[in-house]
């Protein structure tokens, strides 16, 4: 099989999610900017935001590592529907996180379920990189992978700081995402 049909169907998915956690926000009480500001509404659009920019994050990361893929075997399908699985619970954590955004629970579950997307994505990309050999074009660009490494490494720290101070696992989570959110143009520069 060829990688538009898994991409195709990733994006779809994925455009879903969003979909489902834009729908879940709630809509402002009044009519004035002070409504915007509401503790409740708040907390849902934070959330909101820090989960859209991650999905963001991994539909770009997963589209350029689909591009330096050759052919799709069993394997990758079933590594890509484990991220896919992780990926749809993002709504679910993100509107508890945003219903409670002072609460140690569902600060950590929201880790965990980032952590475990983590490790789904580089169970994807491993598994590319097996059926296309090591030499592969993805395996090249992938290289040391850095940031991969360290970022399960902060969600692990952050699911932990949950319990100790709430305030402290989110930025946390933010920061992952802020390395993230530069432009990794290693695959870019091995396509190029």
């Keep these: ?65 689909l591009h330096l893929t050759g052919k799709i075997t069993g394997g990758i399908l079933w590594a890509n529907l484990h991220l896919l699985f992780w990926l749809s619970l993002v709504p679910l954590v993100t509107s508890w996180m945003g219903e409670h955004p002072g609460e140690p629970v569902p600060a950590a579950v929201y880790g965990i379920v980032m952590l475990l997307a983590a490790i789904s994505y580089y169970i994807l990309q491993q598994t590319i990189i097996r059926a296309q050999g090591h030499g592969s074009a993805l395996a090249a660009a992938v290289g040391k992978d850095l940031k991969g490494k360290i970022s399960p490494a902060i969600y692990l720290a952050a699911i932990g700081a ?7 696992a ?16 290693r695959i870019e520069r091995y396509r190029a």
Excluded: C
């Excluded at 930025?171 to 990794?184: C, G, H, Q, S």
């Design 1 to 65: 099989m060829k990688t538009n049909r898994l991409e195709a169907f990733s994006d779809g998915v994925i455009a879903i999610i969003i979909t489902i956690m834009v729908l879940e926000l709630r809509r402002p009480e009044g009519a004035d900017w002070h409504a915007l500001t509401e503790h409740g509404l708040r907390g849902h659009l934070m959330a909101y935001i820090l989960s859209f920019v991650y999905l963001g994050i991994y539909w770009n990361n997963h589209h350029h590592m």
């Design 162 to 168: 949950a319990f100790v101070a709430t305030w402290l």
């Design 170 to 185: 989110q930025a946390m989570y933010v920061l992952v995402a802020l390395m993230w959110l530069v432009p990794d143009r």
